[in-house]
C-alpha cells in the first residue's frame, strides 16, 4: 500500500518569542513493512542542525529560529509504502537494548492497581506463549479503556488513565507500557500515522501505539485503543519511553507566552483519494 | 608522643617511633610555641574566608557559608607509596571509561556474562539516548574521583568511584596555597610535589577532547547551575586558574552544527564544555522538559560532533553502588591486568559460603540490606548489642538473598591539631584523575579528616575537617 501523509504543525504566539528551539524526529525510518519513496520537512526560515539517527534508529534534527517569533509552522510529507507485517518491527536498524525499557516514568509509573491489572490480565496464562501474554494485556487495556476523547489530558497517568477507564491513543498505550512492565517485558511508545477506515479510534493530531518486546520475535506493536497489531495502513515514526520522550516534535520557545498549536495530519491511499483527519 | 593505636594503622607512627617521611613535620610541630599555633590556626581561617571557600564538600547540603575547618598537619605519601597508588587510580579510570564506551555500544562485558544486563540498563543513570554515540577519543569521563582508604602500610581500598562530575579539587589546590603561604619554610625544608599543574592539566584534558570539527585552539567553558549551588566557588575558581568563561545554560544556544555563547562582540562558538549540572538539566529538549538550567539543543549538537560535553550524559552508569561491586573485574577484562586497588570486600549472603561466614562473624562485620541506602535496616556488628546481632543473625537466615556484609574499616590515622598538641585521627583521600588524551594524575588529593576523637566519619557535616595532602619528590 502506499500512503501519502501531510502533517502540519503551526504555532502561534501570543506575543513574539525571542528564540524557538525544536528537536524533530519526523522521518519515518526504512524497516520491513515501510519503505520511504519519498519525504520531507519543511521548517519555513529555521536554521537547521545537523542530524543523526539515534541509538533507537530515530532520524533526529534540530531547528532553530531567531525571533522575533509569532508564528512557526512545520511540514512533514511524503510517500511511504507499507506492507502488513503482522505488528512485527523487523529491519529496523536500532541499538538500544529491549532491556532499557524496563522502567517507567513519571506517567507510566507503576502503582498496586497496574500491578494487580497485570495480574488479573495474565490470569491462568503462565503456560501461554509471550505473544499470547502480550495480546491478553493489550486485549485487557482496549477492554477497560474506553476511546473518548477530552477526557484526558497529556499529562494523564497510566495509573488515572486506568482508573478513569477512559482516553485516548495516548492513554492506551501508556496503560499498556505500564501493564508490560509490571509483567516484566520491556514496552516503549511508538508514534506515526494511520489511515483512518470507518470504525478506526483515535483520529487525533498523529497516531500512537505501543511496542511490546516478545521473546523470540522482537518488538511487536499493539495499537490497543484500535484492539489490533499496526498493519499497511500504519507508518511508525519514533518511540521513546512515554509520549514526551517519543514526541515527533519537542520544542521550547525563550520568552513567556500562550502558544496555540495547531496540527493538522492527512493520511491517504494514494491508489484511491481518501480520508483526511483533522484537529485542534 | 603516645605509642600508636595497634587496631589502626598510623600513618606516622611506627609503634613510638616516627616514620622518615614524618619526621620534619614532627620536629615542626614539635617547636611550634602553642601561641603561634592558635595564631596560625586563625590566619588559616582569615583567608579561607577571604578567597571564599565556604561551599560544603561534595555536595552534602549544611550551611553553604560554613567554613570547612582545616587542619594544619598534612597528610605525607612517599614518593614509592605514591607511585602505586597512582598506577592504581589511573588503572581503574581507564577501565571505568573502558566500560562506558562498551556498555553504550557493544555491550561485550555484559555478553560475556561478567556483569548481569540489568544492573546496566535498569540502571537510573543510564541515558538511552547515549546508546551508539561515540565521544571523542570515546572517553567518557574526564574527571575520576576515586574516594580511598587506608587500612595498613600498604593496604588501601576504594571506597566508591565518581565518573560524573566530582567536586572538592578546589580544596586540594587552597589547602596548598595557604599552608605555603603561612608555612613557607616547610616547603624549603621538604621536598613536595606540586599540585598546581592541575588547572593547566585539565585544560589539556579538555581541550584534547574538542570535536573533531573544532579547528584551532578550542573553546571551553564550564557551565555551572549558578551562584546558589553549593560547589559555585569551585566552578568560578577552576573558570579562573584555566583562564575560560564561566556560563550559565541563559548564556549559550543552539544554532546549526554548533553551540554559541552570547558575548559582547556577537556570537562566540563552544567547543568543550565542562559541565557541573546533572544529566537531567543539560537539555529539555532531550531530558527533563521543565529544566530551566540546560541549553534547548545541546544533545543533538552533541550527538552529531559539533560539541564536547564533560563528563558525557550516562557516564553515572559506571559509578553506581550497584556497578561497584564489579570494578576489578572491568580491570582484568578491558585492560587485561590483575586490579591494582582493592574493593572493600562484600560478602553476598547470597552465597552458601559467604553467608556461613557472616553469620560466624557478625560481630565484627557491617550487614547492609541489598537495596537499601541511607544507613537504614544496617548492622554495625562493633557497636551492636547482643540482641540486635541476634536479630539481624534470624533475618539473614530468614533472606539471605537480602543481605551483604562487609568488614569494619580500620580508616589509618595521621597526627591532627588538638587542643593538647596533636593527636591521631581518621582520613580518607580523593584524588582527581585527569582522562583525555592522556591519563594524568596530580600528585595529591583531598584528604578528610574526622576531627572527633574515635570518629571514622569524615563528612563535612558530622564534624570531618581537610588537610593539605603531600607527595615527597624521589
Known amino acids: 500500500m502506499k500512503l501519502r501523509v501531510r502533517h502540519v504543525s503551526r504555532y502561534v504566539f501570543d506575543a513574539p518569542v525571542k528564540r524557538l528551539a525544536q528537536s524533530h524526529r519526523l522521518w519515518p525510518a526504512e524497516t520491513q513493512g515501510q519503505s520511504v519513496i519519498q519525504w520531507s520537512v519543511e521548517t519555513e526560515n529555521a536554521v537547521t542542525g545537523s542530524g543523526f539517527r539515534d541509538g533507537a534508529g530515530d532520524w533526529t534534527q534540530t531547528v532553530t529560529v531567531k525571533g522575533p517569533v509569532s508564528e512557526f509552522t512545520v511540514t512533514a510529507e511524503g510517500l511511504v509504502e507499507t506492507s502488513d507485517t503482522s505488528g512485527v518491527l523487523r529491519g529496523h536498524r536500532e541499538r538500544v537494548p529491549a532491556s532499557a525499557y524496563l522502567t517507567g516514568t513519571r506517567i507510566t509509573g507503576l502503582t498496586a492497581e497496574l500491578r494487580m491489572a497485570a495480574e488479573a490480565a495474565l490470569e491462568g496464562m503462565d503456560a501461554a506463549s509471550p505473544l499470547d501474554r502480550a495480546h491478553a494485556l493489550a486485549r485487557y487495556v482496549s477492554d477497560h479503556v474506553v476511546f473518548a476523547p477530552n477526557r484526558t489530558e497529556p499529562a494523564t497517568t497510566a495509573a488515572e488513565a486506568l482508573e478513569g477507564g477512559e482516553g485516548v491513543c495516548q492513554d492506551h498505550t501508556h496503560v499498556l507500557i505500564a501493564l508490560a512492565h509490571a509483567a516484566d517485558i520491556p514496552a516503549r511508545y511508538v508514534t506515526g500515522y494511520m489511515l483512518s477506515t470507518e470504525d478506526s479510534q483515535g483520529a487525533e493530531a498523529s497516531h500512537a501505539w505501543a511496542e511490546l518486546h516478545v521473546h523470540g520475535l522482537g518488538w511487536v506493536g499493539f495499537d490497543a485503543a484500535n484492539r489490533c497489531c499496526p498493519n499497511e495502513y500504519y507508518i511508525r515514526l519514533g518511540s521513546g519511553y512515554d509520549a514526551s520522550d517519543a514526541a515527533p516534535i519537542r520544542g521550547i520557545v525563550d520568552g513567556a507566552t500562550q502558544e496555540t498549536l495547531d496540527v493538522s495530519v492527512a493520511v491517504t491511499d494514494s491508489a484511491r483519494q481518501s480520508q483526511s483527519q483533522r484537529q485542534q | 608522643m603516645a605509642q600508636a593505636d595497634q587496631n589502626f594503622f598510623n600513618e606516622m607512627l611506627n609503634g613510638t617511633d616516627v616514620r622518615a617521611a614524618y619526621e620534619n613535620l614532627d620536629r615542626w610541630q614539635a617547636n611550634m610555641p602553642s601561641d603561634l599555633r592558635s595564631l596560625k590556626q586563625h590566619e588559616a581561617e582569615q583567608l579561607f574566608r577571604r578567597v571564599g571557600i565556604t561551599f560544603a564538600v561534595y555536595g552534602e547540603g549544611g550551611d553553604p557559608e560554613r567554613l570547612i575547618p582545616f587542619d594544619m598537619f598534612p597528610r605525607v605519601f612517599t614518593a614509592d607509596e605514591w607511585r602505586k597508588l597512582e598506577r592504581g587510580i589511573k588503572q581503574r579510570a581507564a577501565a571505568l571509561n573502558a566500560f562506558l564506551a562498551d556498555v553504550y555500544d557493544g555491550r561485550e562485558i555484559i555478553r560475556a556474562g561478567k556483569i548481569p544486563e540489568h544492573i546496566v540498563t535498569r540502571n537510573e543513570a543510564f541515558e538511552k539516548a547515549m546508546v551508539g554515540i561515540r565521544p571523542p577519543m570515546n572517553i567518557w569521563s574526564h574527571i575520576v574521583g576515586i574516594d580511598l582508604v587506608r587500612t595498613g602500610r600498604d593496604q588501601f581500598y576504594v571506597l566508591e568511584d565518581n565518573c560524573r562530575t566530582p567536586s572538592g579539587v578546589s580544596y586540594m589546590l587552597q589547602n596548598r596555597e595557604i599552608m605555603m603561604r603561612?608555612?613557607?619554610?616547610?616547603?624549603?625544608?621538604?621536598?613536595?610535589?606540586?599540585?598546581?599543574?592541575?588547572?593547566?592539566?585539565?585544560?589539556?584534558?579538555?581541550?584534547?577532547?574538542?570535536?573533531k570539527k573544532c579547528e584551532g585552539e578550542p573553546n571551553i567553558?564550564?557551565?555551572?547551575?549558578?551562584?546558589?549551588?553549593?560547589?559555585?566557588?569551585?566552578?568560578?575558581?577552576?573558570?579562573?586558574?584555566?583562564?575560560?568563561?564561566?556560563?550559565?545554560?541563559?548564556?549559550?544556544?543552539?544554532?546549526?552544527?554548533?553551540?554559541?555563547?552570547?558575548?559582547?562582540?556577537?556570537?562566540?562558538?563552544?567547543?568543550?564544555?565542562?559541565?557541573?549540572?546533572?544529566?537531567?538539566?543539560?537539555?529539555?529538549?532531550?531530558?527533563?522538559?521543565?529544566?530551566?538550567?540546560?541549553?534547548?539543543?545541546?544533545?543533538?549538537?552533541?550527538?552529531?560532533?559539533?560539541?564536547?560535553?564533560?563528563?558525557?550524559p550516562g557516564a553515572g552508569v559506571a559509578d553506581d553502588k550497584a556497578i561497584y561491586t564489579f570494578v576489578p573485574e572491568m580491570v582484568r577484562f578491558y585492560l587485561g591486568e590483575a586490579p591494582i586497588l582493592e574493593n572493600v570486600p562484600t560478602y553476598q549472603c547470597a552465597k552458601t559460603?559467604?553467608?556461613?561466614?557472616?553469620?560466624?562473624?557478625?560481630?565484627?562485620?557491617?550487614?547492609?540490606?541489598?537495596?537499601?541506602?541511607?544507613?537504614?535496616?544496617?548492622?554495625?556488628?562493633?557497636?551492636?548489642?547482643?540482641?540486635?546481632?541476634?536479630l539481624f543473625r534470624d533475618k539473614i537466615r530468614a533472606r539471605p538473598q537480602n543481605y551483604i556484609a562487609q568488614p569494619t574499616l580500620a580508616l589509618s590515622t595521621v597526627p591532627t591539631f588538638v587542643e593538647e598538641g596533636i593527636a591521631p585521627r581518621h582520613v580518607d583521600l580523593r584524588p582527581y584523575c585527569l582522562v583525555g588524551e592522556k591519563i594524568e594524575l596530580v600528585p595529591g588529593g583531598l584528604t578528610r579528616v574526622a576531627l572527633n576523637e574515635g570518629s571514622l566519619v569524615v563528612n563535612s557535616s558530622q564534624g570531618g575537617g581537610v588537610k593539605d595532602t603531600w607527595v615527597l619528590a624521589e
Not at chain 2, 354 to 382: A, F, I, R, W
Open chain 2, 182 to 211: 603561612m608555612f613557607p619554610q616547610l616547603f624549603v625544608e621538604n621536598r613536595i610535589a606540586p599540585v598546581d599543574g592541575y588547572a593547566s592539566a585539565l585544560w589539556r584534558t579538555l581541550a584534547s577532547v574538542a570535536p
Open chain 2, 221 to 312: 567553558v564550564i557551565l555551572t547551575p549558578g551562584q546558589f549551588n553549593s560547589a559555585y566557588y569551585e566552578h568560578s575558581f577552576l573558570a579562573d586558574l584555566m583562564g575560560v568563561e564561566l556560563v550559565e545554560g541563559q548564556d549559550l544556544f543552539v544554532e546549526g552544527d554548533f553551540c554559541w555563547m552570547k558575548t559582547t562582540e556577537g556570537p562566540q562558538k563552544v567547543d568543550v564544555i565542562y559541565r557541573r549540572i546533572d544529566d537531567a538539566f543539560l537539555d529539555p529538549l532531550c531530558f527533563r522538559p521543565d529544566s530551566m538550567l540546560g541549553i534547548p539543543g545541546l544533545m543533538n549538537v552533541y550527538r552529531s560532533g559539533g560539541v564536547t560535553i564533560c563528563s558525557a
Open chain 2, 353 to 390: 559460603d559467604d553467608c556461613k561466614y557472616v553469620l560466624e562473624n557478625l560481630e565484627e562485620l557491617v550487614v547492609k540490606e541489598v537495596h537499601g541506602s541511607g544507613g537504614y535496616g544496617m548492622l554495625v556488628g562493633p557497636k551492636a548489642d547482643k540482641a540486635m546481632i541476634e
